[in-house]
């Protein structure tokens, strides 16, 4: 019963991803190709699936920490909103403020498995390590005073309110699951395996 009602509550989420499934698929990785060279093109329906799936289990996550609104109200599409643009951002933007923001987050947080965690996101999406580097990063004094990094993440019609929603989220799961005996990082491995675009390592 529990189950058949998270499901419930994330109908909307998916439905939202199902309508913004065109804009994720046009995600290209990035690369030390110059972006005049690197147009966006439609990727196979695996990848778009890839970066669905690690929304929608981000979305779970967040579920069962006991600490999404209501569904359909604006808090909820906010959220939502956050979740996938946020993961757009750092998967399409040529903005070096963005790129440099999201690559030293990793850095800080993840030393010598940075790169690893970055290659791994650019091909499967969000994944407990990003969303720690980066919300880690983002919370530290100087980061939004970094120059040109709000106007890089307004192509994508974001800033640091929703940064902050995601933020708040984030710390508030962590305490949930604390209180549980259980980590961030567990949940979400297994809501991921249950989503599309899941892999089988």
Same mark, same amino acid.
């Given at each position: 019963?529990?189950?058949?009602?998270?499901?419930?509550?994330?109908?909307?989420? =998916?439905?939202?991803?199902?309508?913004?499934?065109?804009?994720?698929?046009?995600?290209?990785?990035?690369?030390?190709?110059?972006?005049?060279?690197?147009?966006?093109?439609?990727?196979?329906?695996?990848? %778009?699936?890839?970066?669905?799936?690690?929304?929608?289990?981000?979305? =779970?996550?967040?579920?069962?920490?006991?600490?999404?609104?209501?569904?359909?109200?604006? +808090?909820?599409?906010?959220?939502?909103?956050?979740?996938? +643009?946020?993961? %757009?951002?750092?998967?399409?933007?040529?903005?070096?403020?963005?790129?440099?923001?999201?690559?030293?987050?990793?850095?800080?947080?993840?030393?010598?498995?940075?790169?690893?965690?970055?290659?791994?996101?650019?091909?499967?999406?969000?994944?407990?390590?990003?969303?720690?580097?980066?919300?880690?990063?983002?919370?530290?004094?100087?980061?939004?005073?970094?120059?040109?990094?709000?106007?890089?993440?307004?192509?994508?019609?974001?800033?640091?309110?929703?940064?902050?929603?995601?933020?708040?989220?984030?710390?508030?799961?962590? =305490? =949930?699951?604390?209180?549980?005996?259980?980590?961030?990082?567990?949940?979400?491995?297994?809501?991921?395996?249950?989503?599309?675009?899941?892999?089988?390592?």
């Amino acid at each position: 019963m529990v189950q058949r009602s998270r499901r419930a509550r994330l109908l909307p989420a =998916a439905l939202s991803l199902a309508l913004l499934s065109p804009a994720l698929a046009l995600s290209q990785p990035w690369s030390n190709t110059p972006v005049s060279s690197m147009p966006l093109v439609a990727q196979p329906s695996r990848t %778009s699936s890839v970066y669905i799936g690690s929304v929608m289990a981000l979305l =779970a996550t967040f579920e069962d920490a006991g600490i999404l609104p209501p569904e359909g109200t604006p +808090q909820a599409n906010g959220i939502i909103k956050a979740v996938i +643009q946020f993961q %757009s951002a750092f998967l399409k933007s040529h903005d070096p403020a963005v790129r440099q923001f999201f690559t030293d987050a990793h850095r800080v947080a993840l030393g010598p498995r940075a790169e690893e965690v970055e290659t791994t996101f650019r091909r499967n999406g969000w994944s407990a390590d990003t969303l720690d580097a980066v919300m880690a990063a983002g919370r530290t004094d100087h980061a939004w005073n970094t120059p040109g990094l709000s106007e890089g993440f307004r192509e994508f019609n974001i800033g640091k309110q929703d940064f902050d929603i995601l933020a708040h989220l984030y710390e508030q799961s962590n =305490a =949930a699951f604390s209180a549980q005996g259980k980590t961030f990082q567990q949940v979400y491995a297994q809501r991921r395996r249950e989503m599309p675009g899941a892999t089988s390592e």
